[in-house]
Every structure is written in structure tokens, then in C-alpha cells.
């Protein structure tokens, strides 16, 4: 039966009629939106020592502006078309690249967490190419791929990969033994026992590993573009032109901002939508604290 957390009230200790023990979504939602303001004043407390230091002299306002005046710069470029196209560049080849390298991962990781023989034949080559950064490999593709779309996506393909990859193999390990058994008893075969038993177990493991890719597939992204520097639109593309205009840098850290932001945009999405799709699994984690 699927767990359920309900929100309830105990007896209260003799002396304080009134106080109540809360538990269940109104205490997770509390602890969530505690974590919200101490993040929020975390971020107002940086941008604010950073406006002192940009507004005192501390350092050249060349070099660097103001936080407010990069602020404002950034929501001035939302409405820039320009700049929204470099956005939707970025975004492209995000996608695409995380989309290939989950189909490419998903069924490598669950093929070598359930045959051990395999798994062992390809660990060493597995842990040498895995440290590997893909901006390492941007003089090398380029080489090879001409193309700076191809070039993008595949590098993304190539780092983002991993984590997807390692996450799927260690968490068919940990798949509950007695639904195996139970499978097993149904004459369930090996492939059935990986799409209707290995699969939804992991699936919230395989989660968390697209949603770690994702940061990665993005740095990726607009480092390529930063280093090869042959498309027409991207965040990268936008940074290296605004760097080029040295009396209007809070133009550059509006850029690199915008990337910061959309990543920021991303993980909380990505994070909202596991926690849709795998309910009874947040509910068991928080149920066991």
C-alpha cells in the first residue's frame, strides 16, 4: 500500500493544553520554505556586500560595477530579441545533449548493474574516460566535428553521461531482493525483470542523476561556446562579445549571470518534477527520519 503522511495533532503534555506537534506536508513545507529565506538572505546579503565594494572603490568599477547596475542590465537584456535567441541557442543544445546522453546511459547503467561479468570488463575503462572533462576534449572534436551545434551536443553527450550512468549501475544493486524473489517465482525472465522490477525501483536514482547531468551538460554548453567560439547565438557567444567592450562590464556580468540563473531555473525544475513524478518515494525518505 502506498504510504500516506497525513498531518495530525498528538496529546499535548500536561501543563500546555495548547501546544501541538505538527508532522507530515506541513512540516516539510515549513522546513522547505525555512530553507527558502535563508537562501534569500544569503543572496541579498552577497549582493549587497557586493554593491558596497563596487560603490566605495574598492576595486575599479571597470572591473567591477555594481551589483545593482548588473541587475539592472540583466533584466534590461529579457528584453533584448538578441539576447533571448542566444537563450534559446543555449537552451537547444542543452536539451538535445541531455535527452541523448539519458537514452545513451539509462539502458548502459541498468545493463551493467544487473550482468557483474560486464560490469567488471568495463570498469577500468569506465573510471579512466569518466574524469576526464569535456572542455578537455573541445581542441580534439574540434578536429573532427566541424559543425558547432555537433560540436556542442556532443561534448554535452559525452560529460553528462556519467552521472546518469553511475547512479542507474548502484542503484539496480540496491533493488529490494524480495521483489526479485517474488518475479522470479512468476517466471518473470531477465528482461522482464528489468523493465517491471529493476526500472521503477531506480527510476528516482536515475532522476537525480539527469538532474545532476544537467548542470554539468550546461557548463559544457557555454564553455564550448566560450572556447571554440564558432556559432552565431549562445550564452557563450554573448559573453565573448560583451568581453570585448571593456567600459561596459556590467554587460559581462550580466552575461554570466543569465547563466547562473538559468541554471538556477533549471535544477529547481527538474527538482519540482521529481518530486511529482516520485511522490511515494520523498514520502518514504521523509517518513524515515
Given at each position: 500500500?502506498?504510504?500516506?503522511?497525513?498531518?495530525s495533532?498528538?496529546?499535548?503534555?500536561?501543563?500546555?493544553?495548547?501546544?501541538?506537534?505538527?508532522?507530515?506536508?506541513?512540516?516539510?513545507?515549513?522546513?522547505?520554505?525555512?530553507?527558502?529565506?535563508?537562501?534569500?538572505?544569503?543572496?541579498?546579503?552577497?549582493?549587497?556586500?557586493?554593491?558596497?565594494?563596487?560603490?566605495?572603490?574598492?576595486?575599479?568599477?571597470?572591473?567591477?560595477?555594481?551589483?545593482?547596475?548588473?541587475?539592472?542590465?540583466?533584466?534590461?537584456?529579457?528584453?533584448?530579441?538578441?539576447?533571448?535567441?542566444?537563450?534559446?541557442?543555449?537552451?537547444m543544445?542543452?536539451?538535445?545533449?541531455?535527452?541523448?546522453?539519458?537514452?545513451?546511459?539509462?539502458?548502459?547503467?541498468?545493463l551493467?548493474?544487473?550482468?557483474?561479468?560486464?560490469?567488471?570488463?568495463?570498469?577500468?575503462?569506465?573510471?579512466?574516460?569518466?574524469?576526464?572533462?569535456?572542455?578537455?576534449?573541445?581542441?580534439?572534436?574540434?578536429?573532427?566535428?566541424?559543425?558547432?551545434?555537433?560540436?556542442?551536443?556532443?561534448?554535452?553527450?559525452?560529460?553528462?553521461?556519467w552521472?546518469?550512468?553511475?547512479?542507474?549501475?548502484?542503484?539496480?544493486?540496491?533493488?529490494?531482493?524480495?521483489?526479485?524473489?517474488?518475479?522470479?517465482?512468476?517466471?518473470?525472465?531477465?528482461?522482464?525483470?528489468?523493465?517491471?522490477?529493476?526500472l521503477?525501483?531506480?527510476?528516482?536514482?536515475?532522476?537525480?542523476?539527469?538532474?545532476?547531468?544537467?548542470?554539468?551538460?550546461?557548463?559544457?554548453?557555454?564553455?564550448?561556446?566560450?572556447?571554440?567560439?564558432?556559432?552565431?547565438?549562445?550564452?557563450?557567444?554573448?559573453?565573448v562579445?560583451?568581453?570585448?567592450?571593456?567600459?561596459?562590464?556590467?554587460?559581462?556580468?550580466?552575461g554570466?549571470?543569465?547563466?547562473?540563473?538559468?541554471?538556477?531555473?533549471?535544477?529547481?525544475?527538474?527538482?519540482?518534477?521529481?518530486?511529482?513524478?516520485?511522490?511515494?518515494?520523498?514520502?518514504?525518505?521523509?517518513?524515515?527520519?
Amino acid at each position: 500500500m502506498e504510504s500516506s503522511v497525513v498531518e495530525s495533532e498528538v496529546d499535548a503534555p500536561a501543563g500546555s493544553p495548547d501546544d501541538t506537534v505538527v508532522t507530515g506536508p506541513a512540516r516539510q513545507g515549513r522546513s522547505r520554505a525555512t530553507r527558502g529565506v535563508r537562501g534569500a538572505i544569503g543572496v541579498l546579503a552577497f549582493l549587497v556586500i557586493w554593491e558596497i565594494i563596487g560603490r566605495a572603490g574598492i576595486v575599479d568599477r571597470t572591473f567591477l560595477p555594481p551589483s545593482s547596475d548588473v541587475l539592472w542590465r540583466l533584466v534590461t537584456l529579457f528584453g533584448d530579441g538578441g539576447f533571448l535567441q542566444d537563450i534559446a541557442a543555449t537552451l537547444m543544445a542543452w536539451g538535445s545533449g541531455l535527452l541523448i546522453s539519458t537514452l545513451i546511459a539509462v539502458p548502459a547503467g541498468l545493463l551493467l548493474g544487473s550482468l557483474p561479468g560486464i560490469n567488471s570488463a568495463v570498469r577500468v575503462l569506465v573510471e579512466f574516460l569518466r574524469p576526464i572533462p569535456g572542455v578537455a576534449l573541445i581542441p580534439l572534436a574540434l578536429l573532427v566535428i566541424p559543425d558547432q551545434a555537433d560540436l556542442e551536443r556532443s561534448l554535452a553527450v559525452y560529460a553528462s553521461m556519467w552521472p546518469i550512468m553511475i547512479n542507474a549501475v548502484y542503484a539496480v544493486g540496491e533493488v529490494d531482493p524480495v521483489a526479485r524473489d517474488m518475479a522470479k517465482c512468476f517466471g518473470v525472465g531477465r528482461l522482464g525483470m528489468l523493465t517491471r522490477v529493476a526500472l521503477p525501483s531506480v527510476a528516482p536514482f536515475i532522476a537525480t542523476g539527469v538532474r545532476v547531468a544537467s548542470g554539468i551538460a550546461l557548463i559544457v554548453i557555454v564553455s564550448t561556446e566560450l572556447i571554440a567560439g564558432g556559432g552565431e547565438h549562445g550564452l557563450g557567444m554573448f559573453i565573448v562579445n560583451a568581453s570585448a567592450d571593456a567600459e561596459h562590464g556590467d554587460l559581462l556580468y550580466a552575461g554570466v549571470a543569465a547563466v547562473g540563473l538559468l541554471g538556477f531555473v533549471l535544477d529547481v525544475l527538474m527538482r519540482q518534477g521529481e518530486r511529482r513524478l516520485f511522490r511515494w518515494h520523498y514520502a518514504r525518505q521523509e517518513g524515515s527520519r
